[in-house]
């Protein structure tokens, strides 16, 4: 595991991983730059201490069920694989966060059995604004080979969407209409000072609101972090 670079994680969580008691493990490195990343430290690779052989040794004799394996993008590296294959060894349930633009190494993952839930991200709903909001040329059709993967491993999963603009309601429908078997999240950035794109500005008015919350109420959507979340 000679690629990864750990540079936090907490001990235990009772909110990252869906109705398990857990502890996340945040890994450096991404191969997107979304503008309202709120981990700026996390998207270059070795930056700070690797706190890796800490993170397992913390794992030893704790009350947990399960570990949330986040970013940056874990399948952002190589040898992911393997620190998965460990986790799972120690019996661990095994939660892994991705941003969908790695779907053949999803495929690996969930062919050896070492992701029991997987949470995706949809940066948005048509190729301009996921190229826009990433600053990659990460397409929709990445996201869709994503959760087909999921689905033909019959690995669970859900999807979340962070709120950056109002969508497009024919592009949501074209895209939500195609999970009802998922669950989705629709959040609110986390606003930290802190984003990667410090010129990048996300100013909805109340009427926006309004509009964004009337066009995802159709869904079977949960919200976090606002709308009486």
Not at 34 to 51: D, F, Q
Not at 140 to 150: P, S
Request: proline fraction near 4%; charged fraction near 30%; charge should be negative.
């Amino acid at each position: 595991m000679t690629d990864l670079f750990l540079s936090n994680f907490i001990p235990v969580s009772l909110i990252d991983y869906p109705g398990v008691i857990s502890s996340v493990a945040f890994f450096n490195g991404c191969n997107l730059r979304c503008r309202y990343c709120h981990n700026p430290e996390l998207v270059n690779s070795a930056l700070g201490e690797n706190r890796l052989e800490e993170f397992l040794s913390s794992l030893e004799g704790k009350d947990i069920e399960g570990v949330a394996v986040s970013g940056g993008e874990p399948l952002f590296l190589p040898d992911m694989p393997e620190f998965l294959r460990t986790l799972k060894d120690r019996g661990f349930l095994v939660k892994l966060d991705t941003n969908g633009s790695y779907p053949g190494r999803l495929e690996r993952v969930c062919g050896e059995g070492l992701a029991d839930f997987v949470s995706v991200d949809l940066k948005a709903f048509n190729d301009s604004d996921v190229k826009e909001i990433t600053r990659s040329n990460y397409g929709i059709d990445k996201f869709i080979k994503t959760i087909d993967v999921l689905r033909e491993h019959k690995v669970g999963f859900e999807v979340r969407h962070t709120l950056w603009k109002v969508p497009d309601e024919d592009d949501v429908k074209s895209v939500v209409s195609g999970l009802s078997d998922a669950g989705l999240v629709v959040q609110f950035p986390v606003r930290n000072g802190r984003w990667l794109d410090k010129r990048f500005d996300i100013s909805l008015s109340p009427d926006e609101h309004a509009l964004i919350r009337a066009m995802f109420d159709k869904y079977d959507v949960k919200y976090r972090n606002s709308f009486d979340s």
